[in-house]
């Protein structure tokens, strides 16, 4: 019994670990602002922008996957993230970009923010 009930709790926790995490969870990667750098205010201003946008549309994908994954949980017992994967990386990539873009604009006084 005292098995069977340690098996099932290394099994939920398995299961768990494989769901989409929440984008509000995801942390940035560090991302060099030096690639920025060379780029004017407006430049940064719409690279700025076309980031935010592209991280507001991988969060929503990656919100609906966390949403399938707690359904097929629930449902099967199988995160499906699992077999289809999720968007974690990129949005911690755009979160980092959008933290070195900011960084760069503050450094070059633009009045963008």
Do not use: W, Y
Not at 28 to 37: C, D, I, K, L
Not at 97 to 102: R, T
Request: glycine residues 6%.
């Amino acid at each position: 019994m005292r098995q069977a009930l340690t098996m099932l709790v290394l099994f939920g926790s398995m299961i768990l670990s494989g769901c989409a995490a929440r984008p509000e969870s995801i942390q940035a990667t560090q991302v060099s602002p030096e690639q920025f750098m060379t780029l004017d205010c407006a430049q940064l201003a719409t690279k700025l922008s076309d980031t935010k946008a592209e991280l507001v549309n991988l969060s929503q994908q990656q919100t609906e996957k966390a949403n399938t994954d707690a359904m097929g949980v629930f449902l099967f017992g199988i995160p499906s993230s699992t077999f289809t994967g999720d968007h974690e990386k990129d949005i911690a990539r755009l979160k980092g970009e959008v933290e070195a873009i900011e960084n760069v604009q503050l450094k070059g006084k633009c009045n963008s923010l």
